[in-house]
C-alpha cells in the first residue's frame, strides 16, 4: 500500500523550461511534506518543505503547490538547470509520529 | 561537524553471511533512522529510534536487527544475508522536534549478496 504516490517516475525537460513532478496522499493526518534531491552516489536532501496550511511555498527557483482538498502536492522547478538534475523524492510525515513516507521518486534530468 | 556518517561504503556479502552497517552522527540528534534504497522503490523505514535504548520497526524490519545504546550510534545488523537484502542502505538524524523535522542523510552503504 503505497501511502505517498508520485509521478512521474522519470521526466525530461529541456534546460531553461519548468519541471513538474506530482505527489498525492491518502492519510489526511499527514501534517508536513517535504521534498528532497538525491544526486548520484549520495544521500538525499531537503529541499524545500510546505505545511498544510498554507498553498504555495516558493524558495528560489523551486515551489511547492498545496492542495489540501484534492490531497494533492507539486514541485516546480522553473529555469531548470543541467544541475538540477538528480532524483526527487516527495515525502509525508504524520503528525503524531517521528517517522515520514517517501514517494517513489522521479528521476530528472535537464538536456542542455 | 562531520554530519552523519556510514560505514563501509560497499560490500559484497555471500548468502548466509552477517555483518553491521555503522552509522554515527556528531548533531545531538534524538532521532535516527535506516531506509533501505531499491531501485524505483523510494526509500523505504527498516528501523528507526526516538533515543538511546528506544527502537521501533518500520515498514520492512525482517531481516534487520537494530540498537541504540548511545545518542551518536545506531547500527544495523543483518543476521542471515539473503539476496533481497541487495540493496543502498541509508542511515539519517533529526533532531525530531517540530519545526525541526528535518532529515540529515549518511552517504550511504552499497551492499550487494550474492
Redesign the interface.
Known sequence: QQQVKQSPQSLIVQKGGISIINCAYENTAFDYFPWYQQFPGKGPALLIAIRPDVSEKKEGRFTISFNKSAKQFSLHIMDSQPGDSATYFCAARYSSASKIIFGSGTRLSIRP | NAG?TQTPKFRILKIGQSMTLQCTQDMNHN?M?W?RQDP??????IY?S?GAGITDK?EVPNGYNVSRSTTEDFPLRLELAAPSQTSVY?C?S?H?T?PY????????TRLTVL
Open positions: 552523519v532521532y533512522y531506509y524505483g522503490m523510494g526509500l523505504k523505514l528507526y526516538v518500520g541509508f539519517a533529526s525530531g517540530p523535522n528535518e532529515q540529515f542523510f549518511g552517504p550511504g
